[in-house]
């Protein structure tokens, strides 16, 4: 179980700092600021204080705005910026909502502790500078990547002209900083415990570093370690750099004594109008024997080997479309990647036993996608009021290659097409469809095929206070002639991870056919306790699955949780879920409860992305 770590003298004083706190309220119209910068000195003219009690209003903004989000910089297209302002939301304040202040002693204790983002790292992650005109596009894509950065809670970008008649603007970009210090405590206790340190915008530079430790009584030795540090955005070039150690990362098959080093360099495609993207990563791994007898080890457990994967993609319309054609017009980008993971050593066991998991494979792929994407800004999606950004568009492309699986020598080729919109109900429908094989000789081989709908409705009142959405999953899964594949899993996050791994003869039981749906109907509600907002949820899980030696299993499971989220934190949403199985699990359980920490919802907002395999697990 994974519990926020917060520095142990300040654990009774943070929380409060997101929360109970004194609240502001400036009589301001925050549109006027738009139409009228020079009110920005003196938008706060009124200052009442009140006591925050344990529930809080909801944001009132919660739901789609009419249009994608260039829709708010086009009457400004082709102007020129003439200024670019940095304005900052404090803690425990909504974007887009500067009427409310924090303002009490245990905001400037959390100002010791956090580090505000330095202006110089957000302008640096700004797709423009003074004298560029207004794109729109462009504005919209820089907002949405703002967003993503894991040191920003949120941020906007608003645009207003310096003066009636005037050809040039001021460009305001509204920014909120997330409590970046944080952690895990993956086990606590005498004989074994784990610990995770990590701070997100290391002195507000934007960067990362991340520290591991282990003391395990039962390990040879007894004390382990690992770190890593993340230099984002190098020098404004975009370029993310990590590297990092760690002597007890999981082995493949056995308890946590790889040893894995690491280091990689990459450049996303983080507009529309940047021409390359590129990635380059390097690891090596391998294990030492802190557990086990030697013999034992030295049959089940010893590997080494090292991965080397590298990609460039480069964007063949970058500046070809204008304002009009953008949400029209496919755009056109070709993709090489290299991959090879070369095993130097394996357990004695797999000398002569085939495993996909020890499988060296060498790779050669190129791919040509077609992809039109714009996004909708809207909330109550993952996030608990934030600002989130959904696609809207489609994404085909096909990818053929050359591959070296162990001795086998095959030609690849692959396909994949995916759409996503919101329709006129403002619901909103994504589906896949992917298939991909090798071809050995004259035989066709470790053929995959994937499927998958992904809906939710609009956002729904239920009363005068709370919130609710229903969410659709369906996913379909297929494996012909398999030879070298990872096989289907019925735990897998495309099946039911609820159910665990069945086995059998000491094998992980695999498949060649699962399909799944899942259903949640997730309400949000109006309170809030020392800044954490809550969000219960009935879900129904069902799914068929289909191994290789057995006959065809319907695996399903009810029940309710709770999701919870201080969206001022780094950390991701708590959740408690509790499971029951009609049909006992793997497990033999007819009843399950789980409690996950840090979980990560997020939709996917990659323009494209590298040559890939079908991920069918």
């Known amino acids: 179980m994974k519990l926020l770590l917060k520095y142990s003298y300040n654990i009774f004083f943070i929380i409060p700092i997101l929360c109970i706190h004194f609240e502001v309220n400036a009589q301001i119209d925050t ?35 009419p249009g994608t989000n260039e829709v708010a910089f086009e009457p400004y297209e082709g102007l020129i910026i003439r200024n670019i302002i940095i304005e900052r939301v404090p803690f425990g304040v909504t974007i887009g909502d500067t009427s409310k202040r924090l303002i009490n002693s245990l905001t400037n204790l959390a100002n010791d502790l956090h580090h505000i983002t330095k202006t110089k790292v957000i302008k640096e992650n700004l797709f423009f500078k003074k004298g560029d005109p207004v794109k729109p596009f462009l504005m919209a894509d820089n907002e949405r990547y703002l967003r993503q950065l894991l040191y920003l809670q949120d941020a906007e970008i ?25 952690g895990a405590i993956n086990s606590l206790g005498l004989k074994q415990t784990n610990l995770e340190i990590r701070e997100d915008n290391f002195a507000g530079s934007g960067n990362a570093a991340i520290l591991y ?3 395990d009584d039962k390990r040879k030795n007894n004390f382990a370690f690992g770190g890593e540090y993340m230099n984002r955005n190098l020098g404004g070039s975009f370029i993310n750099a990590r590297a990092g150690y760690q002597s ?23 507009n529309r109008y940047m021409k390359w993207t590129y990635e380059l990563d390097a690891s090596y791994h391998h294990t030492r024997n802190f ?21 460039a993609g480069y964007n063949i319309n970058a500046n070809d479309f204008t304002t009009s054609e953008e949400s029209k017009k496919l755009r056109k980008l070709i993709g090489g990647r290299y991959i090879n993971q070369n095993f130097l050593s394996v357990p004695k066991r797999f000398d002569t036993v085939y ?30 009021g934030r600002n989130e950004d959904i696609p809207e568009g489609l ?55 994937l499927g998958s709908i992904f809906y939710f409705d609009r956002l729904k009142p239920v009363g005068s206070k709370w919130k609710q959405r229903f969410f659709l999953n369906f996913d379909l899964a297929q494996q012909v002639n398999t030879v070298y594949n990872q096989p289907l899993f019925a735990n897998s996050q495309f099946g039911m991870p609820e159910y665990g791994n069945e086995i059998i003869d000491n094998q992980r039981v695999g498949g060649a056919l699962r399909s799944t749906a899942k259903v949640e109907s997730e309400f949000f509600s109006p309170w809030s306790v020392v800044a954490f907002r809550f969000a219960p949820f009935v879900f129904g899980n069902v799914s068929v699955f289909s191994p290789y030696k057995y006959h065809a299993k319907v695996l399903s499971a009810l029940g309710g949780g709770i999701r919870t989220r201080n969206e001022s934190l780094v950390f991701g949403t708590i959740e408690l879920k509790a499971y029951y199985f009609p049909e006992k699990n793997f497990h033999n359980e007819s009843f399950r409860f789980s409690l996950s920490t840090n979980v990560i919802f997020k939709y996917n907002t990659q323009f494209v992305k590298k040559p890939d395999f079908i991920q069918i697990n």
Do not use: C
């Open 158 to 182: 608003f645009v207003a002209k310096t003066a009636t008649g005037s050809d040039s603007v001021d460009v305001f970009v509204e920014i909120k900083d997330v409590f970046s210090m944080g």
């Open 355 to 384: 495993d996909w998991k020890y499988q060296t494979i060498k790779a050669g792929l190129v791919t040509l996608t077609f992809y039109r994407q714009n996004f909708y800004k809207t909330r109550y999606i993952y996030g608990f």
């Open 213 to 215: 430790a282990l003391y």
């Open 291 to 311: 557990y086990a007898p030697d013999s034992f080890y030295l049959a089940n457990t010893r590997y080494r080997y090292y991965n080397i994967e590298t990609w």
């Open 248 to 270: 007890f990362y999981p082995a493949i098959y056995g308890p946590k004594e790889d040893n894995n080093y690491y280091i990689s360099f990459m450049k996303p495609l983080v």
């Open 395 to 449: 994404l085909l492309s096909v990818t053929a290659g050359f591959t070296k699986r162990q001795e086998a020598k095959r030609p690849f080729v692959g396909f994949n097409f995916e759409s996503y919109h919101f329709n006129s109900r403002r619901n909103y429908l994504s589906y896949k469809v992917a298939a991909e094989g090798y071809l050995n000789q004259s035989s066709i081989e470790d053929l995959n095929f």
């Open 31 to 65: 549109s006027n600021r738009l139409k009228n910068p020079a009110d920005t000195s003196s938008r706060i003219k009124t200052l009442i204080h009140k006591v925050i009690e344990n529930l809080e209003k909801p944001p009132k903004s919660d739901s789609l705005k």
